[in-house]
């Protein structure tokens, strides 16, 4: 009895070798601490590296489904060709409150700062640190009027 309760502690802790934080959700990533930080700084650079999948992309970003069109027809431009070879420094990360974080970073295009010292937010949704719409359609407006029908209706709004 003894050895059998060893042996199932033993195989918890090989299944289960982490112990969550106690800032962490059931279901996702930690909302504040260093952890946090971490996520955050991680999800923008996949949201921001061309080589990622766009799916893989968009789950990081807040509503995805309002933009998923914009970005997919983007991605189809010859800039869009030209993104595969992005990826995004992130400078710092401010968590204001336990649902929004502020982001400094630099859009980098095969290596050279194509955008320096930008400002973002990232929303704490559903357990997972994403880049918010606000900032998704911040970059937006650099290529499109804020009332061009080529952006997702988020951003006209």
Not at 6 to 27: D, E, G, K, Q, Y
Not at 29 to 52: D, H, L, Q
Not at 56 to 79: C, G, H, I, P, Y
């Amino acid at each position: 009895m003894v050895v059998a309760a060893i042996s199932r502690r033993r195989s918890r802790r090989l299944l289960f070798p982490w112990r969550p934080s106690p800032s962490a959700t059931a279901s996702g990533e930690p909302s504040s601490g260093p952890a946090a930080v971490a996520a955050i700084k991680a999800n923008w650079k996949t949201v921001f590296n061309g080589k990622v999948s766009i799916p893989n992309r968009l789950a990081l970003v807040q509503d995805e489904a309002q933009v998923a069109a914009f970005v997919e027809a983007q991605a189809k431009t010859s800039f869009g060709a030209a993104a595969t070879g992005s990826t995004a420094a992130v400078t710092s990360v401010t968590i204001t409150s336990p649902s929004q974080a502020t982001v400094d970073y630099e859009v980098l295009l095969l290596g050279t700062p194509l955008l320096k010292k930008q400002v973002g937010v990232a929303v704490y949704d559903n357990g997972v640190w994403k880049v918010s719409i606000a900032s998704l359609c911040g970059l937006a407006y650099l290529e499109f009027p804020r009332t061009s029908p080529k952006l997702p209706a988020v951003c006209r709004s």
